[in-house]
């Protein structure tokens, strides 16, 4: 999906706080991960992609960032899992995460600096080569 399309899907994100934290995150992901985005289904707009290969065999691709903009509050996706970021997100306002989720309420309240951060360092582990191991089983493998 085009770019086009991302902005047309951002266009009709609401809340108005979420439309706007929405095009801020666009903005702080492009440059983080140096992608255009991608409008995923459901909602998703992600940026780039990794390879996964887990023990079990399983495979795939998936996207290596994105955030969807949900109406309680932005969600931001970290694939290689919070913990791996725990002392970063320490510094980074309020908050409140998922094994691989970093939900977010009002972007004005937190520290974006330390976000795109965060996105640069988990975009840059995800592409390095194959990722092993899932977001759950924490940042040790």
Avoid: W
């Avoid at 940026?47 to 065999?57: D, R």
């Avoid at 309020?94 to 965060?118: F, R, S, W």
């Avoid at 092993?132 to 493998?141: D, K, L, M, N």
Wanted: aromatic share 8%.
């Amino acid at each position: 999906m085009s770019a086009t399309e991302v902005e047309e899907f951002l266009a009709g994100v609401t809340p108005e706080v979420r439309r706007r934290d929405a095009q801020t995150l666009l903005d702080l992901m492009r440059r983080a991960t140096g992608e255009e985005p991608a409008l995923q289904h459901p909602g998703i707009v992600a940026f780039g992609q990794y390879h996964y290969e887990y023990a079990s065999g399983r495979s795939g691709d998936a996207a290596a960032a994105g955030f969807a903009p949900r109406r309680t509050a932005s969600v931001v996706y970290l694939s290689d899992g919070t913990d791996a970021h725990a002392d970063a997100l320490s510094r980074l306002g309020p908050h409140t995460t998922g094994v691989g989720c970093l939900y977010l309420k009002n972007l004005d309240d937190i520290d974006l600096a330390v976000l795109e951060d965060v996105v640069r360092r988990s975009y840059a582990t995800l592409t390095s080569g194959t990722f092993g191991r899932r977001a759950r089983e924490g940042s040790e493998g």
